[in-house]
Every structure is written in C-alpha cells, then in structure tokens.
C-alpha cells in the first residue's frame, strides 16, 4: 500500500482510492468484469447498506462516490467537508470494504453497462467510437484490446460470484494507492491505513502487459451507419510515455500539431480555419477519453504504452475522402519537415504554463500524483517544465522523425456511404474541395496535389463492418 498526502488547512477533503488492477487483468472469456467489479462498489451499496440508502444519506451532504476504470487502473474518489468526513467515511469504508454483492444492483449496472455500450457509445457519439474502435484495432490480441467495460455479450455472460473473485484477486492492499488532501484531521490518514491493510495481498500474478502489437502495413476499419458526417480517427502505437527521454519533446510536437479543444494547432488551422472541414483536428500520444466534453485530459489513465493519434473530428460525407487526405498530407509535412522556431517556442511558452491549469483542484492535483508514483516521475507540472527548459528545436524535430510516421496506420471511420468510400480510396479518385468562398490561391494549389494524394492500401487491408458489429 502506497500513501500520497498533500495536507492543507482547507475544510474540504479530497480522497482517491486507486487499485492497480483494471480491464487488462480481465480472466479470459469474462471481459467487463473488471468494469463491473468496480461499478457494484460504488454503485451497489455495502452489505449494511443498499444503495439507495447511500445515496438518502450522501444527498444532504451533497456528496457522490466517483468511479473509473481504465486499463490498468481503478479509481474511486470522493470530496467532503470536514463536518461531514466521519459519517462520510464510515459509508465509504463499507462501500469498498465490505460490498453488498446484491443481486438486483447486479442486473442493473449490467443494464447500465450494456446500455453505455450499445446506445450511448454505439449508437449515439461516433467520435467515442471511432476513437474506442482505433484502439482495438492497434491492440488486436493484446490486454488492451477489449472496451473497459467488455461486450455486450460478456457483460450478459458474467456472473455475480466472478466478480466476487475478482474483487478478491485484484482489490489488495499490495495493489493500493490511497491520496489524500485538504484538511483532515489527525490520524485520518493512519485510520486508512489500518482500514485498508484488512484487504489481502494479490492472490495472483498479474497479466504482464507486452509492447503493442507491430503495424506492418496501412489498414482501414470501416463502420457503416447512419449519420450525418463522417468521424475520421488515426494512429498507430508508441513506445514514448512519461519518463521516457523524448516524452517532453513530443508532447511540444504534438500541442504545435494539434493541442485539444484549441485553435493555435497546425491541423486546426489548415482544416477548419483555412478550410472550413469541420469543428476542429486534434493530435494526441495519451488516451484521452470524452474529449468532446471536456478542455482538459482527467488523470489515472496511466498505461503501460499508449498510441500516437490524430482525431478528425466529423465532416460531411462528401469532403470526407478529401479531408483523410488532407490529415495525411499534414501529418506527413510535420513528420518531414519537423516545426518552424516559431511553432516551437509558442507550443512550449502554451505548456509551460497549460500544464498548471490540469492541477486546478486538490483532487486533480491528487490524481496528477498518483500518476506520477506509477511512471515513476516528479510531480507533473516540474517534470514538464523542466523538461521543456532543456528542449531545441533540433531535439524535437529529432524526436518526431524517431516516433512518428505517416505510413503504416490504423484508420477508422464511422459513417454512412462507406462502400463507396472504399472504393473511392482503392480507385485513387480526385476528390476535388469546393468552397463557398473565395480562397487564397496557395490553398487552391495545395488542394490540387491533396485531392489527387494516394492512400497506399491493400484492397484485404479495408475492411467493411456495420456499427453493430462494435462492442458486441
């Protein structure tokens, strides 16, 4: 058991409870169990109370139990003023250390799971699931592979005494990282100790997580379904995370490329601004789920390796084909040609101080040091700061050209008209851009050579699947 304290004379309390167990360490032919093991702990109330009795005594306290589950890390968190911290505490102490395993909150946050699965993720938000289907793509037959919360054919297979077993395998006290901060009082932080050390030690080796599986070639994953524009995301695996050498590098080199939710990056200036394509193009070397609905990445998605990724955010059925390209045409410029000194030093005057807005509250701060324990790195902010400081342009450039390609991709796309699009990539057909109004003539030139640029891709390397394919 880890403890990460950072105390205050603040009365608000901010706790994170992490295992470092996830979706990774599903047995085999049970995935999601991880995902449920986790939700039924702070979603299906203790064995002293259901959960509808936790959520009557939380709501005057306007408290809630949080829950993620990632690939290797499960995180539950909670932030409490002081006043309410020992009737808060004696809850969630039965919450994670005494479940109520009842078998109606069991169907229900299977129900949740599948629903999360099928409608929101499937059927509602094709960005989410291009995204989610990229990674299963690079991961194929690796312990990142499946969704955190499985399929919907195993969450329906699972069975309550697996999660039982799993919860006893995996939550251990030897697994534990518990962070604290705000003002607690005295010996809070040694009742948790004691608390917590009732948990066993892991009761089995852990699934080893390898490097990514090696892209040989360019593929395209193809889900056909109605909608009105086509989401577009594209990556491939990295060996580059958090205390690698040429981590602070490429995280400059991907903020000039494409910084979240901004308007300064290269993809976002050449596709929406100068063209209009669609609400924004961003570039990425972390997972960052959700990121149409939030500015900043949440923490404890730390991972053992992670991918290189453009997200391509949906354009129209018939600019689609063209604005693939156009991602291309740019990814290959910055892979070649490397940042000017101007996009060097705005993207790390941008992070020098972007990286302090990430720890705004105690708990992200929490969070941000936890991640930080398992990299094995100083605390974030110094670490890129200081990273940044000893950064040339030269070293940048360097690092892109080592890292990052723009051949030998995973593709996907969600759409409708894919069949078409297929054949429009294998044909090499010109797909001309056309403008409402008037563009300089050095964007009218670059068009010419994208319109006609061919993606180099075996005819067996596309494939065609219906949405209802994914997660099932």
Not at 135 to 145: A, C, L, T, V
Not at 403 to 413: Q, T
Not at 434 to 457: A, F
Request: negative net charge.
């Amino acid at each position: 058991m880890k403890f990460i304290t950072l105390p205050d004379t603040t009365p608000l309390i901010s706790l994170r409870v992490v295992f470092q167990t996830g979706a990774s360490q599903d047995p085999p032919n049970q995935g999601g169990v991880a995902w449920m093991t986790a939700m039924m702990l702070a979603g299906g109330g203790s064995r002293t109370l259901t959960y509808k009795q936790i959520l009557d005594a939380f709501f005057p306290m306007g408290l809630s139990v949080g829950c993620q589950v990632d690939k290797e890390l499960i995180t539950f968190t909670a932030e409490v003023h002081a006043d309410h911290l020992e009737e808060f505490y004696e809850i969630f102490r039965g919450m994670l250390l005494d479940p109520g395993w009842r078998a109606d909150d069991f169907a229900r946050l299977t129900d949740d799971a599948v629903n999360m699965l099928e409608v929101e993720l499937r059927g509602q938000n094709d960005e989410e699931l291009a995204k989610e289907i990229l990674y299963q793509r690079i991961y194929q037959g690796h312990p990142y592979e499946r969704h955190d919360a499985g399929t919907v054919s195993s969450l329906q297979a699972l069975a309550l005494d697996q999660l039982k077993a799993f919860y006893l395998a995996e939550f251990a006290s030897s697994n534990l990282i518990i962070a604290i901060g705000g003002g607690y009082p005295d010996g809070f932080e040694q009742r948790l100790r004691k608390d917590f050390s009732a948990l066993p030690l892991r009761a089995r080796a852990g699934v080893e997580i390898p490097p990514a599986p090696p892209v040989a070639e360019t593929e395209l994953y193809l889900l056909e379904k109605p909608a009105r524009g086509v989401a577009i995301s594209l990556g491939f695996p990295i060996e580059v995370r958090r205390g690698h050498p040429d981590y602070p590098a490429l995280l400059l080199a991907t903020s000039a490329l494409g910084q979240h939710r901004m308007s300064s990056g290269r993809l976002f200036t050449r596709m929406r601004q100068y063209r209009g394509l669609n609400y924004g193009d961003y570039a990425y070397i972390e997972y960052f789920p959700g990121g149409m609905y939030t500015l900043q990445p949440s923490p404890n998605h730390a991972r053992a390796n992670d991918i290189f990724q453009l997200w391509i955010r949906p354009v129209d059925r018939e600019q689609s084909l063209f604005a693939l390209r156009l991602a291309l045409h740019e990814l290959e410029s910055f892979v070649t040609g490397g940042l000017s000194q101007d996009e060097f030093q705005r993207a790390r005057s941008f992070l020098s101080k972007y990286v302090n807005l990430l720890l705004k509250t105690k708990s992200e701060e929490l969070g941000y040091a936890v991640d930080s324990a398992y990299y094995g790195i100083p605390a974030y902010p110094d670490y890129v700061r200081a990273g940044l400081s000893q950064l040339t342009l030269e070293e940048v450039n360097a690092a892109i050209r080592r890292h990052l390609r723009y051949d030998r991709l995973r593709i996907v796309a969600v759409g409708e008209g894919m069949q078409d699009f297929k054949d429009a990539i294998l044909e090499n057909r010109v797909s001309s851009m056309t403008y409402n109004s008037p563009k300089p003539e050095e964007i009218l030139e670059e068009d010419k050579v994208v319109e006609r640029r061919p993606i180099l891709v075996l005819p067996g390397s596309i494939v065609i699947a219906g949405a209802d394919a994914a997660f099932a």
